[in-house]
């Protein structure tokens, strides 16, 4: 008798401690970033962020020699070290400028624009409710900044530079999915961003303090602590469980930047990060139901 290979295993409870745990890690990087301050420029914290967590590429250096990468591979990983150098520093510049919640919240907007992009660049099809979804992200975004009631900040503006310039690098992941293991994906992106940080860090140097170099290590340490709890929690659950856990991390920004960082809690963020974050998880919802009615059992990502 044939054996039928077996749908994987969904451990939701499991999935959601996983996400859970990614959600502390993600906001301890956020928290510490906001705590080493801007006496660093931006470019220089992030070149600084990703060359220390350079040590926990070692596992990977296998897998990466192993792998022949010809010469359009090596292409689209140079494109989406581009985008995510650029997002990159746009996102150390905005935790300078603006509070932590507001970060958090903008950051959300994030699918949003890999939405978009897959649309726009690869032909998806975006049905009414999804369109729908994407505008009530917007507006979302708009409760957060209230242009025209209250000043729309420089740090406001790069973090929704952030979220496209990450998008751009997701959409090109997703490309690169079948061309090479993750393993290899995420090696590339630390060594091309590194490379990517160094002549804008160079340009205007400051002298790091050991303490400020080992907060910055911390950083790295959480990141790449992050993205691997993030992997176990896709791996045991579909995203449709654990998206909805994202919020979490906006509550407890909220709750860092108001006991560390003395910053007021603003209603206004959290109703407009809740918001975009609902019509995020609609989207998820929507696409692994598709995902279902053409291919049952699959449990891979749209993008």
Known sequence: MENKAQPPVSRPVVGVLWMVVTGFCFVGVTAIVK?????????????????????????????????????????????RGVAHTFGVILWFYAMTQIPLAEVTAINYLNPVFVTIGAALLFGEVLAARRILAICVALFGALVILRPGVREIETGHIAMIGTAVFFAVGYLIAGRLAGRVPPVVVVAMLSITVTIGLAPFAAANWVAPTVTEIAWLFGVAAFATAGHYTMTLAFAAAPLTVTQPVTFLQLVWSVSLGAILFNEAVDMWVVIGGSTILAAVTFITWREAVLRRRVTPGANEAKF
Do not use: N, Q
């Not at 926990?56 to 494109?79: E, S």
């Open 35 to 79: 705590h080493v301050g801007g006496r660093i420029p931006a470019a220089e914290s992030a070149f600084l962020r990703y060359a220390l967590g350079i040590v926990f590429l070692i596992p990977m250096l296998k897998p990466l020699a192993a792998a022949k990468l010809d010469r359009r591979t090596l292409a689209l990983f140079g494109l």
